[in-house]
């Protein structure tokens, strides 16, 4: 995930392949910038997004779906905005004076802000109703679950404060493409006053190879955690909030494929060191549900519940452990659970075909 040489580019916009999910595991159905993309210029053509970039408007508002920053906006870099905000005079998040769309936020931005600030964001949504890309408001929906999603993090860890909104509209009433035009405008009055071989904070962390694949939000999540347990009056919950997932993988259904290991794209879950179980860091799950997915024998769930202090410290846990003995079929090792020293593949075989063995004097 940290090679970024398949990107595409509109004037300001950029989406990395190599970071986009669907193409960590071809049958992922994530497409969730697809469906708030205002302009549809961004598409799944052979099961890969691909990025229309004459149809790009450079909204940014698409940019807070992405579960693994795929997508970035050359003027304004969410993560760096999130990890300057506690000493931000201006606690404000506006699309017409101190960021882009609210779009390029999601609840790991709101929460990190919040635990970290001991002033809570102002989002203003007074220019959403109205906006041009915010067609059939879904850039509108999608900001105020982010923002209710960290909102409901933070009651349930006993925070007292809340973030925010503002409703009242403008009170000048402009049409609402030159309301977007004026937007837009900043967007890119700012971006030409950047050193163009400057590089955001994300794509600067996506570069560094020792990420393993884990999106910044994240990160900055996880250590606004770990410097604010104290402040949270509970730590063990019974949901997983939307963010986090905790795994279980049955013992009995579990064939020690290693697919799961293979296709996950942040590492969460790794051999045990001597190849014969599944260790798995919570800290590092992304509850992208590839995982589950991709598990032939459906022995892998995301179960309730959620420890902050695991996921603050990157607690692992070995999920299975099996001891691996020579089938007396095939002599291929396999995961032994007991009874007769036959793989599921050769007693299945067995099973399924011993009418082709029968003998015609036994007919």
């Known amino acids: 995930m940290n090679d970024l040489t398949f990107v595409q580019k509109s004037e300001l916009f950029s989406y990395s392949g190599t970071n986009c999910i669907r193409n960590d595991y071809y049958h992922n159905a994530c497409q969730k910038c697809v469906d708030i993309c205002p302009e549809n210029a961004l598409n799944i053509v052979r099961n890969k997004l691909v ?33 300057s905000f506690k000493e931000n005079k201006e606690k404000l998040l506006s699309c017409k004076k101190t960021t882009t769309c609210l779009g390029a936020f999601d609840a790991h931005h709101y929460i990190t802000m919040g635990l970290n600030s001991p002033e809570m964001p102002l989002c203003d949504m007074a220019h959403c109703e109205g906006c ?72 600067a962390h996506q570069r560094n190879p020792n990420t393993n694949g884990l999106p910044l939000k994240h990160l900055h999540l996880k250590q606004a955690l770990k410097a604010n ?47 014969q179980g599944i260790n798995f860091n919570v800290g590092d799950c992304i509850a992208c549900g590839i995982c589950d997915h991709i598990c032939k024998t459906d022995a892998i769930k995301t179960a309730d519940g959620i420890d902050l202090v695991n996921v603050a410290y990157d607690r692992g846990e ?37 009418h082709v063995f029968t003998l015609a004097r036994d007919v």
């Open 132 to 203: 041009a890309v915010n067609k059939d408001s879904k850039i509108e929906s999608f900001i105020r679950s982010e923002i209710q999603k960290a909102n409901d993090f933070l009651l349930e860890c006993g925070i007292e404060n809340r973030i925010n909104t503002i409703e009242e509209k403008p009170e000048d009433e402009n049409s609402r493409r030159t309301i977007f035009k004026a937007a837009f405008s900043k967007v890119k009055d700012a971006a030409k006053e950047k050193d163009t071989s400057s590089v955001s904070m994300t794509i």
């Open 229 to 275: 347990l104290s402040k949270l009056t509970k730590t063990r919950h019974e949901t997983n909030f939307g963010i986090f997932a905790k795994k279980e993988i049955s013992f009995t259904d579990c064939t020690n494929c290693g697919d799961c290991i293979q296709f996950c794209p942040t590492g969460a879950l790794l051999n045990t060191s001597d190849k």
């Open 51 to 83: 990025l229309f970039s004459n149809e790009c408007i450079e909204c940014a508002g698409c940019i807070g779906s992405c579960p693994t920053e795929a997508l970035s906006i050359k003027s304004f870099d969410p993560n760096a905005y999130t990890a």
């Open 318 to 354: 070995q999920l299975v452990h099996y001891e691996m003995v020579m089938c007396h079929e095939c002599r291929c090792p396999y995961p032994y659970r007991g009874g007769d020293p036959i793989c599921d593949r050769c007693a299945n075989y067995k099973k399924d075909f011993e």
